[in-house]
């Protein structure tokens, strides 16, 4: 197959993309080739929760990610889907600095949380953490009971005035994650006791209980069986009415059950953001049809 | 042939085996496809050939001087029978001694000594004594060797195209596994036993009471009956409460600097600190504990004396200060180095989720890191108590021997390891109470070491349920 490689160049005010694929699956290597120019779609909003403008990563010498710009709104779920290493939990990193902890990862462009800029040096990545929360992909509970488990942020950082205040605060937030029935009579049981969906949820539970403005998650189900997945996401959608969300997530069923809007990373560049419906019903570029049709990635 | 020829030889017979089954098994393969690899038919013979005539030969070995010697006694006239035991032995040795030289003799110049001092019966003994040996040696060749090419004709034979002996070689291979675990097991026990029945004798001459709850310690003992001299006093309790002093200053000098040390080198040294500081912590442990022992006697414990004069307070020149604060040193990589590991085996996502909580790094590593890393530390801190209790050398040097019962830690106290050296130094009979008294010691140091590590297994199971 020859592919035009001019016709791929988009331009960003969209709907102008006409592309002539004829490819077929087995021509995957062709697809990895294709020039991605740039993003299309409704990268940009007002009043947004975070602006992100020409954010580039770097581990070491190598580039993963290429000039990204994206908002994310106020009580917005956004999904980020693409293959994988395309940089979505890199991206999700870069939020709330998730990325200082590791040594060679350099962080360029900016990063602004309600006009504020995340890598300014006077902020306190500590403070922003307690801002932004997140859930990781392997639910990590700590070495604690649950009830420490949920009171561990509101300890840190001294959110509760007294004993019946923490009570208080851990059993709301059980609740709000949707677990409080089911470990009401073993508050004081290690966390890692409970089941993988059980635990996840416990997660949430600790993220939410410092109030977060943002929470950030990274595959928050894929180590979770479909029951557990759909509690989850469930919650997700509960969640989005107080909390602005960014997930991640490999499953695209996933991204068009809980999103309002979808991004699509390749190979460390953003190829198309828009709502989730119009993503997922009339793709504008045609690396990310492929995707979502499961021709590759 | 001696041992190591006819080891050589078995080993070419193996080696013959393993040949030998495989080009049966390629045959075999050539017409239906075999159960299991040719190789594995070689193996299987090869191990055949090799283990029960090896089995045979080690019993051989251990057990011919035991029987030979029976033999030339019983051979002898009747007037050489009737010996008391000594005397039995006496003889035993003489002729044994006789034939060696004979031996040698021969194997040197080939011509056999001419032996007129010699005691006819001796002589006579010593003869049949080489005469039993040799036919042994042959015979014990025989049987080595025909056990080997027996067994490769047996397993040959049973070799057919649906034989599983991959399974037959893994279960061998199985079984010789076990049998190493039972050896390093066993030798345990036998030392355990050893220890016991010793110590039991000890407490014939002592009742067990005087041992554990007396509190004078002064093993000194009439030698001879006509002897004036102490009827010595075997209260253990000194040594065991001077052990515990010392330890526990090693301890409280060990512990602290090595988790903090570990702590910093595991979360906060860059690698290329880490790299050069980690192994040289951990040369601390590679010191010989007498150049620990030097320190301590000619370096610390002066300074100590020198420190608590200047404060008004006598010291005695062989301090359980020096002794322990050294002791601490040494112990350090116990507990830092374990430590370290455990304290980086904490996965990286419970340190993400950490700090995406918003919990500082210091924060992180007291509410996370430590409780999840804790089965580890106490394992590292036990293995150091347990070291600090055993060690020898630098209380021998830096403590000195005086038994007194104290908790100044500028006093000298002795520690149980030092008591035993002394004990057992020195030309004491091996049955009196003096010598035997160091058996009893050595069970009580092991029955103190075993809790220690139960105690660390108990504390952490129970923490690794919680935490993993």
Known sequence: ?297 | MNVTSLLLVLVSIALLGYFGGYRKARALSSSAKTHSRPQYHGYLVALWALLPALAVLMAWTMSQEAIITRLVMSELPATAQHQSAAERSLFINQFKNLAQAKKSAVDESGVSLPNEEDDPLTNQAANRYLHWQERSQVARTLAVITLAALAIWLTLRRLRASFQARNRVEKIIQFIMMLSASIAILTTVGIVFSVLFEALQFFRHVPITEFLFGTHWNPQTAIRADQVGGSGSFGAIPLFTGTLLISLIALSVAVPLGLFSAIYLAEYASPRVRAIAKPVMEMLAGIPTVVYGFFAALTVAPLIRQTAESLGLSASSESTLAAGLVMGIMIIPFVSSLSDDVISAVPQILRDGSYAMGATKSETIKQVIIPAALPGIVGGVLLAASRAIGETMIVVMAAGLAANLTANPLDSVTTVTTQIVTLLTGDQEFDSPKTLAAFALGLGLFVVTLGLNIISLYVVRKYREQYE
């Open chain 1, 1 to 297: 197959m020859t592919l035009d490689k001019t016709a791929l160049v988009v331009d960003n005010n969209n709907n102008s993309t006409e592309v002539n694929l004829t490819g077929s699956a087995s021509d995957t290597a062709d697809m990895l080739d294709m020039t991605i120019g740039e993003t299309v779609g409704k990268a940009l909003l007002e009043d947004a929760k975070l602006n992100v403008r020409h954010a580039n990563v770097f581990y070491g010498d190598k580039q993963a990610i290429h000039d990204i710009s994206l908002d994310i709104g106020k009580n917005e779920v956004l999904a980020m889907i693409g293959p994988s290493g395309c940089g979505k939990s890199t991206f999700l990193r870069c939020l709330n600095r998730m990325n200082d902890t590791i040594p060679i990862c350099r962080v360029e462009g900016s990063f602004l949380l309600d006009g504020e800029d995340i890598y300014d040096r006077r902020q306190d990545p500590v403070l922003l953490r307690s801002r932004v929360g997140m859930v990781f992909q392997k639910p990590n509970p700590f070495p604690k009971s649950i009830y420490d488990n949920v009171a561990y942020g509101v300890r840190l950082h001294g959110l509760a005035k007294n004993r019946a205040e923490l009570d208080e605060i851990v059993e709301k937030s059980l609740r709000r994650a949707g677990l409080f029935n089911e470990v009401k009579d073993d508050l004081h049981k290690p966390g890692t006791g409970l089941s993988g969906g059980q635990q996840q949820r416990l997660c949430i539970a600790r993220t939410i209980a410092i109030d977060p403005e943002v929470i950030l998650m990274d595959e928050p189900t894929s180590a979770l069986d479909p029951i557990a997945t759909a509690l989850i996401e469930e919650l997700i959608t509960e969640l989005s009415e107080k909390y602005t969300i960014a997930i991640v997530t490999h499953s695209m069923q996933q991204a068009a059950r809980v999103s309002n809007r979808t991004a699509y990373f390749h190979m460390g560049k953003l190829v198309e953001v828009n709502d989730t419906d119009s993503v997922f019903t009339t793709p504008q570029h045609p690396l990310t049809e492929n995707y979502i049709t499961g021709r590759f990635g």
